[in-house]
Nanobody
Framework: VQLQASGGGLVQPGGSLRLSCVAS????????MGWYRQAAEKQRELVAE???????NYADSVKGRFTISRDNAKDTVYLQMNSLKPEDSADYYC???????????????WGQGTQVTVSS
């Protein structure tokens, strides 16, 4: 099972980026999916999460600027980031809770990070 994130890069303050994360492998069903970030010398923090039915939750620091969405048919979660600020710079990680074909539930399965740098 893998989570492959993409879409990071360098952007100027006020700019936008769209992150994508695709799940693949022996997955029967995916429950919650989410994005976390970790800046240098800081703890990893939740950015946004979305349930299989589409309910969302955001960190206060990104509310109104970031939008999480998912395409269940493609096992993909997105993070649209607008009005980016330098303090949004971090490695962004996607995660998921999923069920394999034996019925076992895995929680907080992580993918590799994608770097976002907001700088002029």
């Amino acid at each position: 099972v893998q989570l492959q994130a993409s879409g990071g890069g360098l952007v100027q303050p006020g700019g936008s980026l769209r992150l994508s994360c695709v799940a693949s492998g022996s997955i029967f069903a995916i429950n919650a999916m989410g994005w976390y970030r970790q800046a240098a010398e800081k703890q990893r923090e939740l950015v946004a999460e979305i349930t299989s039915s589409g309910s969302t939750n955001y960190a206060d620091s990104v509310k109104g600027r970031f939008t999480i969405s998912r395409d269940n048919a493609k096992d993909t979660v997105y993070l649209q980031m607008n009005s980016l600020k330098p303090e949004d710079s971090a490695d962004y990680y996607c995660s998921m809770d999923y069920i394999d074909y034996s019925g076992y539930t895995y929680r907080n399965f992580w993918g590799q990070g994608t770097q976002v740098t907001v700088s002029s």
